[in-house]
């Protein structure tokens, strides 16, 4: 067993190094998606590409940023001063916009100068080129969602690799903010190298990889304590997304999730085969759901690390919705499908221990890109943001209202600040009163969010929940299922969950999106 | 003249007095009386004798304690149409990303009390939706039907067209309610955070102008003057209806003490650090104060400049436990003041901080208040015992399980506190090494000398003040305003194109300390750009020179690793600072003393020190005089706190009777 007062010291220092990681990272950006939004994670992996610590940054990263940093160890040889970069979904990525920058870091060449362990960033970046504006289209296959980069190293002994620079930067609409973005990731990792070298000097490098391997150890005790409280036995849960964007037919995810003693076995097998359309989920994000459930279950203030995935056993078929082939479209699955694996989890897990499960949050992030020419300013514009929504019923209470639930905890951009920089107008942004699910407990409710477009602009929507209702637990009702609506001239327009439509100035855009469930039927008293 | 600080906080009512014509300062404390405030204060009063001239300057938590207990007046919310929900919403995320059932937040005003006008600016100040009056005048009778108190208007872009906002505030206070109107606030862009800043001013200024008219009329002070957040005072008159700016002005207080006693002492680059029972701030402090316009209080943003501090839920009174994954876990659970740490004898079950440095003898167990309140150090061993057979920890050669329990228990909340002075220096460009540790409140003493060590800070400053540093400060703070406005425009700017914006801002600091009667001597003004490369969202301010653009750059790279020479920048607010100075009490200064340090000697018992454990010395810090020398190791036992010296560090007492540690390694 290990030291358990080492375990609190270094605990603190391997996060706060991820921590000040992220301030850099942040402060520095340039896209909204980083500076406002905070769409990114930072963490610290030791030599075999195990994470030790990672800050509370995006759930989505969880299980997904070891597969990346081990994608690079696999592929590249690394020396001193190099960082790789990667977002390809087959080779350890989720979505093309999610960049990937791995730097190794190693022990002081008078103890050994052997290769210690890698810190890593990742970061959705507004644009990585493909058939829309914001990279988050309606595609049919992986290549039209932009620029599609497998582990390769961006900087070699310290020096950019210029070539690699200037191949990326030409294939996306705003290079100038991509330079600034990459920057400021390149930054992130120095900094963090820079504390994990002076933590080697403090403490010794031997002393330090001891240090990496007990966190790991500790994040793996407490997991398989928690799994050992639930009571074991086989659960079965099954929900449906609308549907791929592409035809009209719904796509269902089936889970069993087995616990036997103090491990767990979830397994999606009986969840449909791949869409053409880009609501694929990758493993990578299968396992970020999975992880990011397990670590709710924990409770507050535990290190999230590859300790933690070890008693989970995942089964994700090839071929399916939650582990999809190359060369499938994808840039759904990250946002939208890894919501869905969450709702079908916790609901197999509300059997298991119904006191500690809400009902259904929103479900979806409501994804809006908007993109085109912007002419007073002279210059191309994106733009991408998601939209909260209404969250589960607890079995203690309400669900909160207007709020970003489960895989997603990224901040609106103030109106102000929008105004400022594209040529639309947000009109309203209020609270959707009454879509929540109804119970003895009410799910939280969901927003209303228009748009006013100044001039000519591509809009596409990438949003889920509006045939499928989020489920009510315990007798709740579910919540309202969103909408999404144009205005021209006068008329109202339904639109699908996914579309991409081309809008003139003076139209206006409306998203309502989703209530959570509700929990418990009316009639009972709790 | 007579010159009285007062400092409110959750336990006492601390109260120097500072009187010219002896330069004698005299402090006391009186137990609080949180429900009715002005209890405590007045009869702390009452003890003061009573002179002709009198200047009070008060720090307050009535405001806050309107804030965080949500008994604020009843306040209503007047946005453009379409937003009514803002401070629902607010940033749209959750607080806790792992909480699968959070509470939700109650926001301070409930949607019945949330209006919306027709109207609407556009980024330019260019008005798209003509403001409609009528509907002000059915907001209106709602408002009298719920009996609402004062109102907050926060239109969209009212920082760059203020008429709307103006024209609806006059009409609502024409028929009486207290209104803040956004753009007189905070004129800065972010709609959320400047409408929270306004709602809560609001909200909390009703009840602390109520407050302070009632002191004031029973006090009749020649001046009367409040600290605010940003370590400034400001006369109450002009405070009157700004409580916002009021609402951190206790640890602002002690911040600004702790710099009083350390420039005296000839130090200048700080860390503050107030170690309490249940909490810790920490802060820098420079050639300046350093403000941050990025405070949350309970969750909610406010964007008036506060001092930038730190604070971490570890203290005296945090709890030690085992979690699940076998580790010894300190916090931020505390034991409070009831029942209190297990050696307080009041049914304390659980260890904290303060038994463990009872076992380790760092904490006398008859020396705690002078004597006055025993320890129970066998209750302390206990529970340690029972934690240690909890937790894997193995005896050493040394030191046997309880005691090596212990010990872990102050490293890793000595490990806390390195974190959080770390985030207020080294990551933010600082270097801790070029720091003077100033400790005060009741803990800090015993993990002062460790937890500079660590740091690699070589000074630890003790005041003998401690425990009324935060009143001292009251003291001691020169008067203080903070304007803004948002700009928004290219940063190929000239200087005298700011200059010119600045002009206005200048001009109204000018006035306005003037009118507390500055003289103009006595006042200088900072200005101050808040820049960002075009495209970024976070601003980093730079002083207004010539040279800003190059500053801007430089600043940025000493904060976040690189710099952009290149790019475009943009200047999103200039900041307008007006400084009064004000002459602080003359502390008296003490001679060296005649006396041996070992008349100052307790007596000799054994202490944990870094995993062995030595006999030590403890001295009475009472009779210790300017001049004696404490060599490490050795406990400095006062009156409200005790001072762990460490083995290589050496203690100095000086002339202001400050304990001067120069901190080994």
Not at chain 2, 374 to 384: C, R, S
């Amino acid at each position: 067993m290990d030291d358990p007062i080492r375990i609190e010291i270094m605990k603190h220092l391997f996060v706060s190094v991820a921590e000040e990681m992220g301030v850099r990272l942040q402060r520095s950006a340039y896209s909204p998606n980083i500076k406002e939004r905070r769409d990114f994670s930072c963490a610290v992996f030791d030599a075999s590409g195990q994470l030790v610590a990672q800050a509370a940054h995006i759930p989505v990263h969880l299980g997904a940023m070891p597969l990346s940093v081990q994608a690079c160890v696999q592929a590249l040889t690394f020396a001193p001063g190099d960082v790789a970069m990667v977002n390809d979904p087959y080779q350890g990525g989720t979505h093309l916009p999610d960049i990937t920058m791995v730097s190794p870091f190693y022990a002081p060449r008078e103890s050994n100068g052997r290769l210690m362990g890698f810190v890593a960033n990742r970061a959705h970046h507004a644009d990585v080129g493909g058939m829309s504006a914001g990279s988050m289209p309606l595609s049919e296959e992986i290549f039209q969602e932009g620029m599609i980069i497998p582990p390769i190293k961006l900087v070699c002994s310290g020096e950019i690799h210029q070539d690699v620079w200037n191949l990326f930067l030409a294939n996306v609409r705003t290079p100038r903010e991509r330079a600034g973005d990459l920057h400021a990731q390149l930054a992130a990792n120095r900094i963090g190298i820079e504390r994990m070298q002076g933590f080697m000097q403090r403490y010794g490098s031997v002393q330090i990889s001891r240090d990496m391997d007990a966190m790991i150890d500790y994040g793996e005790r407490m997991t398989r304590q928690l799994i050992a409280e639930l009571p074991d036995g086989l659960y079965r849960f099954e929900d449906r997304l609308d549907d791929d964007g592409i035809t009209t037919e719904p796509v269902t995810i089936a889970v069993s999730v087995a616990i036997a003693g103090d491990e767990v076995t979830i397994d999606f097998t009986g969840t449909d085969s791949q869409r053409t359309g880009s609501i694929n989920a990758v493993y990578p994000i299968t396992l970020s759901a999975v992880v990011y459930v397990f670590r709710c279950l924990l409770g507050l203030d535990i290190p999230a690390n590859s300790g933690c995935m070890k008693p989970i056993h995942l089964i994700a078929p090839e071929g399916t919705v939650v582990n999809a082939r190359f060369p499938a479209a994808v840039a759904g699955g990250n946002v939208e499908t890894s919501q869905r694996i969450v709702d079908v989890v916790l609901g197999a897990l509300a059997q298991a221990c119904h006191e500690r499960i809400p009902a259904a949050s929103q479900g979806t992030m409501n994804n809006v890109a908007i993109g085109g020419w912007d002419r007073g300013r002279q210059q191309p514009f994106t733009y991408y943001e998601t939209i909260g929504g209404g969250m589960g019923a607890r079995p203690t209470g309400n669900g909160a209202s207007a709020i970003h639930s489960h895989m997603t905890n990224t901040l609106n951009t103030p109106v102000e600040a929008l105004e400022y920089a594209y040529p639309f107008r947000v009109r309203q942004y209020t609270v959707r009163e009454g879509s929540g699910g109804q119970g003895s407990f009410a799910g939280g409710d969901g927003i209303c969010r228009s748009y006013e477009f100044l001039q000519q602009a591509h809009v596409t929507i990438l949003s889920e929940r509006r045939s499928y209702s989020p489920y009510g637990l315990a007798g709740g009702q579910p919540g309202h299922s969103g909408r999404n609506q144009l205005q021209r001239s006068g008329e109202l327009q339904e639109l699908p969950g996914k579309c991409r439509i081309d809008v003139q100035s003076g139209d206006i855009l409306r998203i309502e999106t989703p209530g959570g469930g509700g929990y418990g039927s009316q009639s009972e008293n709790y | 003249m007579q010159r009285i600080g007062i400092d409110i906080g959750g336990t006492f009512t601390d109260f120097v007095v500072h009187d010219d014509t002896d330069g004698r300062v005299r402090s006391f404390k009186r137990l609080s009386t949180p429900a009715s405030p002005e209890i405590a204060v007045l009869e702390g009063l009452t003890t003061i004798p009573v002179v002709d001239s009198r200047v009070v300057v008060h720090g307050s938590t009535v405001a806050t304690n309107a804030l965080l207990e949500r008994k604020g007046s009843a306040t209503a919310l007047v946005t453009t149409r379409g937003f009514r929900d803002m401070l629902l919403i607010g940033r749209q995320t959750r607080e806790q990303l792992y909480n699968l059932v959070p509470e939700p937040i109650i926001p301070l005003i409930p949607p019945e009390r949330c209006f919306e006008v027709t109207e609407r600016v556009d980024y330019q100040g260019t008005v798209v939706t003509p403001l409609d009056l009528t509907e002000v005048d059915h907001i209106i009778q709602s408002l009298q039907d719920q009996h609402v108190e004062s109102v907050a208007i926060s239109f969209l872009f009212s920082f760059l067209f203020p008429d709307h906002e103006r024209v609806v505030a006059g009409r609502l206070r024409d028929v009486g309610f207290f209104v803040t109107a956004s753009h007189e606030l905070i004129p800065e862009f972010r709609e959320y955070e400047r409408t929270s800043t306004t709602t809560i001013n609001s909200y909390v200024s009703p009840v602390l102008d109520r407050y302070l008219a009632q002191v004031q009329q029973t006090m009749q002070p020649a001046e009367f003057h409040i600290l605010q957040s940003n370590g400034g005072r400001l006369s109450v008159e002009q405070a009157r209806g700004q409580g916002v700016r009021s609402i951190l002005s206790g640890p602002a207080g002690g911040v600004v003490g702790a710099r009083y006693i350390a420039k005296l002492a000839g130090y200048e680059n700080l860390m503050t650090f107030d170690m309490g029972g249940t909490s810790t701030d920490v802060s820098l402090v420079t050639d300046h104060l350093h403000v941050t316009n990025e405070a949350t209080v309970g969750g909610l943003p406010i964007r008036v400049p506060v001092l930038d501090i730190h604070t971490v839920g570890s203290g005296g009174g945090s709890i030690a436990y085992r979690d699940t994954g076998g580790g010894l876990r300190v916090g931020p659970q505390s034991a409070g003041a009831d029942p209190g740490p297990v050696c307080y004898g009041r049914g304390g079950q659980q260890p904290t901080v303060t038994d463990a440095n009872v076992l380790l003898g760092r904490l006398p167990h008859d020396g705690f208040l002078n004597g006055t309140m025993p320890l129970d150090y066998t209750q302390a061993v206990e529970h340690l015992n029972l934690l240690a057979n909890n937790l894997s920890v193995c005896a050493s050669t040394t030191l046997d399980r309880p005691q090596a329990v212990a010990f872990g228990i102050v490293q890793v909340v000595n490990a806390h506190m390195e974190r959080a002075m770390r985030v207020i220096s080294v990551e933010r460009g600082y270097d801790s090494r070029d720091c003077t540790l100033v400790s005060f409140g009741g803990a800090g003493g015993l993990h002062a000398c460790d937890v500079a060590r660590q740091l690699c800070i070589p000074r630890v400053v003790i005041s003998p003040k401690a425990a009324t540093l935060s009143a001292l400060g009251m003291l001691s703070a020169d008067a203080h305003i903070d304007y803004v406005q948002t700009l928004m425009i290219e940063g190929d700017v000239s200087f005298e194109e700011l200059e010119k914006h600045a002009h206005p801002l200048v001009a109204q600091g000018v006035h306005d300390l003037r009118r507390q009667g500055l003289d103009a001597d006595s006042i200088e003004v900072v200005r101050e750009v808040d820049m960002r490369y075009r495209g970024q969202s976070f601003e980093l301010s730079v002083s207004l020179t010539p040279d800003f653009r190059a500053q801007f750059d430089a600043f940025h790279e000493r904060r976040y690793g690189l710099c952009h020479h290149d790019a475009q920048v943009e200047i999103v607010n200039i900041r307008v600072r007006a400084i009064g100075a004000v002459a602080p009490p003359v502390l008296p200064v003490h001679h060296a003393a005649h006396s041996d340090v070992k008349e100052a000697i307790w007596c000799r018992r054994p202490v944990v020190l870094q995993g062995q454990i030595e006999e030590v010395m403890h001295y009475h810090g009472s009779r210790l005089q300017t001049g004696h020398r404490v060599e490490g190791p050795a406990i400095i036992v006062q009156e409200d706190t005790t001072l762990y010296v460490g083995a290589t560090d050496l203690a100095v007492v000086d002339q202001y009777r400050n304990f001067v540690i120069e901190v080994g390694v």
